[in-house]
């Protein structure tokens, strides 16, 4: 008998605890991560805030000579590394079609003249019956071409570096000077005594100087919007930018952006000289871990921790690279970020 009430209670015990009412499991928990939390900072990964440049000067920052006729070298003024002002001959150089319009130009201006005043009186002779009016039309056709030839001479001397008022000088010389068009360094120099260049020839002299200057970048995408950038030059230089591009341009070829910066402080420098641009200080930028980015539904998140509360945030993403990405949002100075995730946080393992 008291086995059986031994059994009996043991059973009801059992009953009892099996029925007893389960905890409560519901109780909401916040975003979190299981990786350790780390502090946003202001951008400082060079790979990001860095990009290549190239200094595009003004056209006054180098200059060509080259033969607007044929022509065949006489002497040469200049050697390769001597520095040069507008207007410092180059080379001297004999120049058939110059010289012919050298001519031109004294003489068809003063035959027009005859030809004009041969007409005048071949004109009032005809009011009298004694020529006719083929006569004075031909004088006046021969004045007409005459004054075109004039016109035609004036061009080409122009064109070969002449100014017409010292065409007689230049009959009396027997060559044409070619002269520096900018000032600058002699850097090329194909000229040697008694060398012939065609029209259109490759340069005798390339002259390279300084000029009024603009900063060319190219970047793979957005650019961090900036609040003061430096142009630091190949010879070490560091020039500070303005920090909005004047222009900016997506190259349909490849897609990455072109844009073009002016220094605060106007400087002359030489074109196509290399460099970097240096962003130094970003407006409202935030550099993260990139594996902190999280792409949900179209979003930028990534889980922040501010005085011991963790939340998913969400960010615009304004650049990435390597294993850094800066990220503009709801972040200020002393935030912790997840640097990643794992799946039973509710979130995606992938950022």
Do not use: N
Request: net charge negative; proline share 7%.
């Amino acid at each position: 008998m008291l086995r059986l009430t031994a059994l009996v209670c043991l059973v009801l015990g059992a009953c009892s605890a099996s029925e007893a009412p389960a905890a409560k499991t519901d109780a909401p928990t916040p975003a979190s991560a299981s990786s350790p939390f780390v502090a946003i900072t202001k951008p400082v990964d060079r790979s990001i805030l860095d990009a290549p440049a190239v200094v595009r000067a003004s056209s006054l920052a180098s200059g060509e000579v080259t033969a607007s006729t044929p022509l065949r070298i006489a002497r040469v003024h200049v050697q390769v590394g001597d520095p040069v002002s507008v207007g410092d001959p180059i080379v001297d150089a004999y120049s058939p079609e110059v010289l012919d319009a050298a001519a031109s130009y004294l003489s068809s201006a003063s035959r027009a003249r005859i030809h004009d005043r041969r007409a005048d009186q071949l004109e009032a002779l005809r009011g009298e019956g004694l020529v006719g009016r083929a006569q004075v039309f031909q004088e006046r056709a021969t004045a007409a071409d005459l004054r075109a030839s004039h016109l035609s001479a004036v061009a080409l001397l122009r064109s070969s570096g002449v100014d017409p008022e010292d065409a007689s000088s230049l009959l009396e010389r027997g060559f044409v000077t070619l002269s520096a068009p900018v000032d600058g360094i002699v850097t090329e120099l194909s000229a040697r005594v008694g060398r012939s260049y065609d029209r259109g020839a490759a340069p005798i002299a390339t002259i390279s100087g300084t000029a009024p200057a603009r900063i060319e970048i190219r970047t793979t995408g957005e650019w961090p919007r900036a609040e003061s950038i430096e142009f630091v030059a190949g010879d070490g230089r560091a020039i500070a930018l303005e920090p909005v591009p004047i222009a900016a341009v997506v190259v349909p070829s490849d897609g990455t952006k072109r844009s073009w910066f002016a220094p605060i402080d106007p400087v002359d420098l030489p074109d196509g000289l290399m460099g970097t641009v240096r962003l130094t200080e970003a407006q409202d930028v935030w550099e993260v871990p990139a594996t902190a980015v999280l792409q949900r539904a179209g979003k930028s998140t990534l889980v922040r921790r501010r005085g011991g509360i963790s939340e998913t945030v969400t960010v615009e993403v304004v650049s990435a690279s390597g294993a850094s990405a800066l990220v503009r949002g709801p972040l200020t100075a002393g935030d912790l970020v997840a640097s990643s995730y794992r799946s039973d946080d509710g979130l995606t393992e992938e950022p």
